[in-house]
């Protein structure tokens, strides 16, 4: 009979599939869903729990790479801004905090004195400023001229205005960036040189050919223990008996790779370890050359000293990085402004000590963070960002298990408090029906958010645990009121009579003939208060009040809300964020209740007959 | 007896509700495992002396218990709700600065929302079986399902950031801070302005509800005798509907816009921290994140929890108003 409704097969579909994802999470979800991690311990110099980012923040999910309308490579955009008189000074404020209502009016002494050398930010890798304009308040345009009226700021992403406009002039910087959807790159491929084949991939040069010899070494490497990855390069440095080179100077090379991309990375991420013998000191130098520019960029240098391995980590986030090649931030915007060529390498430098030296080198590696990853992008969490779709399909668990486990326990308590009150009747009766009335009376939410709240200042946090308690205890009361209700009309039946003539005991009423009877009811509100429970601990987490190391769909809606992409870009922009998870609340809620829907017209002949 | 006994009943019903709520705030703050006031209060030991002598007096924590529980209900009915540990003054000032905003937009979206919801409901139960109905029911059911701060993203990306039509916040515009506006007519279409969008988001959140129960409610009598009967004698279809059928069919309506109200309630919480609309939802959400400031929340609650109380009496009284058999009983 349950395959003729066909709502109830939908739901029941839905519901499979959900239930699929939640059990088999582990294996779905490529990563943690809570500070994923790649490669813990693999760069041990840093120490066995130190893991990297899988991605960087507020990635768009890869495959955006195969939709055509997305812009990428290089196009012509603006930037606007409009002028602000605050005091003596006159600002440029963006377009999109600008109201025209907040410009004072200044007298023309006070505007005399204004002096400006505001600037107005680009965004994205520029490449050239083609045009800057300004709008004056009675509508006519002029152009301004470079140098005169407006100069590059200390990076070419700045244009700082000279001159001063009246309030309310718009200014517009037209002018030339890239775009693109960057992947992930892993420059080395095998950065713990475990095989000689690894080895191979390498080049190196040296300014004292006769000295140096680079090799591959399989024993001094470092080693995390059950693998078989103890490779490392080996530079050996053979002392002359007579006149020993002033400085050594060794350069490996990675194999030159393509940077295909029209936008930098948004992060790099280059480690190498080394420790040395036969030295006092030396110095690691970390570069990439630029085929394009025919430029070497020295991201970092580096002294070591002799003894055992240690690291050296070059991140772009590093202010010393961006110094070293002279900009002000985001060192990657200079190094990888255009697709091209670009070869990674490491260089060691050290002064002989009159003996043989060897520096071994491992761990070596080189990423580049880009702007898409994974199938629904991460979100903004520092420093590791979560793969939304991996918080998607555990969420899904949680979910479950609230919405179900909610259901059993409050439909179960309502059941026997609504058999107890409507059979045994009397005092009893009245008090569990006046309770169940003031509960259902109480606004639901507010209620929640004070127990909560209650719960959390006592014990800190709150557990799943407790959201289901307080969930059940405030959800079994219209379930017992029907459950009365029947019971009273059954309590009058002749069978019933019967089995009381027939000796029957109260237990026994109950069990054999109660309980069937009103059976059907409980498996139509089983399926018909999931979708409320799901709901309600979405609700409860979005304010906040959820456990903040459970990997809940209320969390990833709490992180959205709070990341303030929803007032500044919206949901178009990072739609893939919070889209998936609330339609799958709500496509859950609908099935449960499209389940309760279908037993209930299976289940209640008279609603059969009225269809 | 008739219709004066019953008002007289449901007022007792109502002080005994009124009562039981009291109670139950006590239960939750004082007797709950770990006992939140204490924790709060003697959390406030270590950073402000003052504060806490003064929690300490008004919870009167050196007192026992059965008086504590006096003094909370002295507290409470008298609407001394201490002072709120954020904002340094009265809680009761606090929230009545912040109560009728939210009565507003909850009175707004109810009414809207149940004559919305009723005249489709209406509509969807006549043609019922056909697309329409499949079509709304369904639309219904998601509108119902899909949780209220997702709704109001989707509304904030289409009306504010799309097509630049009503604001993202706030329950009056910005600039009234400093020039307040002139004449009434402003004022009203100000804060029509801004209440517009939660206002749309607590409609688009409950009218689903209300489209299924006036549904459901109209089948339930549309295959009743006398709908047959007035059908024979030859009476219009649009008069069986409205005097025979929606008549009747109203009167468990009438019963559930008192918990719809409460349900609103509830919705709003959420909606007026999504707008930072500054009514009574956001004040929870602040004396959540910030503290929590427990005094606030407290007041809060039961403010609440009286405001549905009082719609739930109004809805009785309506109710006995209309059901000629409380009437003439």
Redesign the interface.
């Known amino acids: 009979m349950f395959k003729r409704s066909k709502r109830g097969m939908i739901g029941l579909v839905i519901i499979i599939i959900f239930s699929f994802i939640a059990i088999f999470a582990p294996f779905i979800a490529p990563y943690a869903p809570i500070e994923p991690k790649f490669g813990v311990g693999e760069y041990q110099a840093l120490g066995s729990g130190v893991g990297l980012p899988i991605a960087y923040q507020l990635s768009k999910p890869i495959w955006y790479k195969y939709l055509p309308w997305i812009p990428r490579g290089e196009i012509t955009t603006y930037a606007t801004a409009y002028t602000y008189t605050y005091q003596t000074f006159q600002f440029l404020i963006p377009e999109e905090k600008y ?1 025209p ?1 907040l410009t004072p009016s200044l007298t023309p002494e006070q505007k005399l004195s204004i002096s400006v050398n505001d600037r107005i930010y680009l965004t994205g890798q520029v490449s050239g400023v083609k045009k800057v304009e300004a709008k004056l308040p009675n509508q006519t345009s002029i152009e301004l001229i470079e140098n005169k009226d407006w100069q590059a700021g200390s990076t070419i992403s700045e244009v700082v205005i000279l001159h001063r406009f009246p309030d309310d002039t718009q200014i517009t910087v037209t002018y030339t960036t890239g775009v693109d959807l960057v992947e992930n790159m892993k420059i080395v491929k095998d950065h713990k040189l475990s095989t000689p084949e690894s080895f191979e991939e390498w080049n190196w040069t040296t300014n004292s050919k006769n000295y140096i010899n680079v090799t591959y070494n399989s024993q001094e490497g470092l080693k995390i223990t059950g693998t078989d990855d103890s490779g490392c390069i080996q530079i050996s440095y053979k002392n002359p008996p007579l006149s020993p080179p002033s400085t050594v100077e060794t350069t490996l090379y990675y194999q030159t790779f393509a940077y295909p991309y029209y936008e930098p990375p948004k992060r790099f991420w280059i480690h190498v370890s080394s420790k040395a013998t036969g030295i006092i000191g030396y110095y690691v130098d970390v570069l990439i050359y630029s085929e394009n520019e025919g430029k070497e960029y020295v991201l970092y240098s580096k002294s070591m000293s002799m003894g055992d391995y240690s690291p050296l980590v070059v991140d772009s986030n590093d202010p010393k990085v961006a110094s070293n090649i002279g900009v002000s931030s985001h060192p990657q915007s200079k190094v990888f402004g255009h697709p091209g060529n670009f070869t990674f390498g490491i260089r060691i430098r050290f002064t002989p000590q009159n003996q043989d030296a060897t520096i071994y080198i491992d761990d070596v590696d080189c990423l580049l963070y880009g702007n898409i990853f994974g199938l629904l992008g991460t979100d903004n969490a520092v420093p590791y960002p979560t793969d939304l779709f991996s918080a998607f399909v555990y969420g899904a668990r949680v979910s479950l298990i609230v919405g179900v486990l909610t259901a059993l326990f409050s439909t179960f308590i309502g059941l026997f408090l609504g058999l107890f009150s409507g059979y045994v009747g009397g005092m009893a009766d009245e008090a569990i029906m ?1 309770f169940a ?2 509960l ?8 929640f ?3 909560v ?7 800190g946090t709150v557990s799943m645990w407790n959201i289901i308690f307080i969930l059940t205890l405030l959800g079994w009361m219209s379930f017992a009121r029907s459950v009365r209700s029947m019971v009273l009309s059954l309590k009058e039946r002749a069978f019933i009579e019967a089995a009381k003539a027939a000796g029957g005991g109260t237990l026994h009423i109950i069990n054999r003939h109660l309980i069937p009877n009103v059976f059907a009811l409980v498996y139509i509100t089983l399926a018909t208060s999931v ?1 409320g429970a799901i ?1 309600t601990e ?2 409860l987490s ?4 959820g456990d903040p190391r459970l990997a809940s769909w209320g969390k990833i ?1 709490y992180d959205f ?1 709070n990341s303030g992409v ?2 500044s ?4 922009e990072y739609w893939f964020w ?1 889209f998936p998870t ?1 339609i799958a ?3 859950l ?2 099935a449960f ?2 389940l309760g829907y279908a037993l209930d017209e299976i289940l209640n002949p008279r609603l059969r007959e ?2 | 007896m008739g219709l004066k006994g019953y008002i007289a009943r449901r007022l007792v019903y109502t002080v005994i509700l009124i009562w039981a709520v009291i109670t139950v705030n006590f239960i939750i703050f004082a007797l709950m495992p770990g006992n939140p006031i204490e924790a709060y209060v003697s959390k406030l030991s270590k950073m402000d002396e003052a504060k806490f002598q003064q929690m300490l007096k008004y919870y009167g924590l050196d007192k026992p218990l059965h008086e504590r529980y006096l003094l909370s209900l002295e507290h409470l009915l008298t609407f001394n709700f201490g002072i709120s540990y954020n904002y340094g003054s009265p809680v009761f000032e606090v929230i009545m600065q912040r109560l009728p905003n939210t009565l507003l937009l909850g009175g707004i979206a109810e009414v809207t929302s149940i004559i919305l919801g009723m005249l489709i409901g209406v509509i969807v139960a006549y043609k019922r079986g056909g697309a329409l109905d499949t079509g709304i029911v369904t639309a219904s059911l998601l509108t119902y399902s899909v949780p209220i701060f997702f709704l109001g993203w989707v509304l904030i990306t289409i009306f504010c950031l799309q097509l630049h039509w009503l604001p993202t916040g706030l329950e009056q515009p910005v600039a009234w801070s400093r020039v307040p506006p002139s004449s009434i007519f402003e004022y009203i279409s100000g804060r029509l302005y801004h209440i517009a969008l939660p206002a749309i988001t607590l409609i688009l959140f409950t009218v689903g509800g209300w489209i299924l129960l006036t549904r459901a409610c109209i089948l339930e009598v549309i295959s009743e005798d006398y709908v047959l009967t007035a059908r024979a004698k030859g009476l219009k279809e649009r008069t069986v509907l409205y005097k025979h059928v929606l008549k009747n069919a109203s009167l468990p309506l009438i019963t559930n816009v008192a918990l719809g109200f409460a349900y609103i309630i509830s919705g709003a919480t959420i909606t007026e921290t999504l707008f930072s609309y500054r009514g009574m939802g956001l004040l929870t959400y602040s004396a959540i994140m910030t503290g929590p400031d427990l005094p606030l929340l407290q007041a809060i609650f039961y403010i609440l929890a009286l405001c549905v109380i009082i719609a739930n009496l109004i809805a009785d009284l309506l109710y006995g108003i209309i059901d000629p058999r409380i009437k003439y009983a």
Do not use: E, Q, Y
């Not at chain 1, 259902?440 to 209620?447: A, D, F, Y």
């Not at chain 1, 870009?569 to 178009?572: D, H, I, P, R, Y």
């Open positions: 109201d209502n006046r009335d003031l259902l009376v109480l606004p639901t939410l507010p209620l958010i004070v127990l709240t209650a719960l959390r200042t006592t014990s979708p709901i979405a609700s979005w304010l906040g009040l809606l809300n929803v007032t870009k919206g949901l178009l919070v609330c609340i709500a496509l809620a609908a209740i499209l009225r269809r």
